[in-house]
């Protein structure tokens, strides 16, 4: 129960990974923010953190507006007066080969996967900046650590998440706060179905085959769940990791070894 007495904000915790996490910080003792578009997958995440004893709010978030960020942050405020945590884990997937790429699809994954990061970071700052305290951690992906035939778009959106999280992290260390990111890899979501249905369309696969040739390529052997991100970010935002800020943590199964 080490985040006993302490509230997250989770983005996109209706479902998958930010589901995961936002039950995770639950077991660990916070009070759960649901920042969520989905009132109904909220409201069942959050349903399930009650069930674990923790307070939960949902608040109706589109996380590409600044006007909702702002009423995020007013009402975690309202409701817990303090915000300890914040998860940047919404997001979304398209794949298109690169003349494919048009503006409306370049804009969309930036919205949502890049802009939204920083100006979610930048609502929360001033209540951690006068708390002299606050972890962020935000969703990247391997995608953001390497080159893609078919996603340009998503792997940039991910590594300007990267870089974020290094500014952000060195501009904000001195006032006790910590950035961090995570970079999962293959993780059997709602997303993944997505990357395989239209992966696979580009590639002349069935979502199945794509799906299979990509779990050969992972050196532990099983696709991700999860639960397997939400255990890294659990140790991003408790004390056990507060040496460490301004990184990007792969949790891929082995699949990018590089620094």
């Known amino acids: 129960m080490e985040l ?27 009070d759960i923010v649901v920042a969520e578009l989905d009132r ?39 409701e817990f007066g303090r915000i300890d945590t914040l998860v940047n884990n919404a997001g979304i997937y398209r794949a298109a080969t690169t003349l494919d790429v048009t503006e409306e699809h370049w804009d969309a994954i930036m919205n949502i996967n890049a802009k939204a990061v920083f100006f979610a970071t930048q609502a929360a700052l001033p209540t951690m900046i006068a708390q002299k305290r606050g972890v962020i951690v935000s969703l990247a992906s391997m995608a953001g650590k390497i080159g893609s035939r078919a996603n340009l778009p998503y792997n940039a959106s991910k590594a300007a998440v990267i870089s ?12 006790g706060i910590r950035v961090n990111c995570v970079c999962p890899g293959f993780v059997e979501t709602d997303m993944w179905t997505a990357v395989a249905r239209e992966q696979g ?51 891929d199964g082995g699949l990018v070894m590089h620094g």
Do not use: C, W
């Open 164 to 175: 974020m999280t290094k500014s952000l992290a060195l501009a904000h260390a001195a006032e």
């Open 4 to 30: 006993k007495g302490q509230v997250a904000i989770v983005t996109g915790a209706g479902r998958g990974i930010g589901r995961a996490t936002a039950l995770e910080l639950a077991r660990m003792g916070a």
């Open 40 to 78: 109904a997958n909220a409201e069942d995440t959050a349903s399930e953190l009650r069930g674990l004893g923790r307070r939960a709010l949902v608040v109706q978030t589109d996380v590409t507006s600044r006007d909702y960020l702002r009423a995020m942050v007013e009402q975690t405020l309202g």
């Open 201 to 251: 369309a580009l590639l002349n696969q069935s979502p199945e085959e794509f799906t299979r040739r990509r779990l050969h390529q992972i050196p532990l052997g099983r696709m991700e769940r999860p639960e397997d991100v939400a255990n890294v970010i659990g140790f991003l935002v408790s004390s056990r990791s507060e040496y460490m800020t301004g990184q990007a943590l792969s949790v």
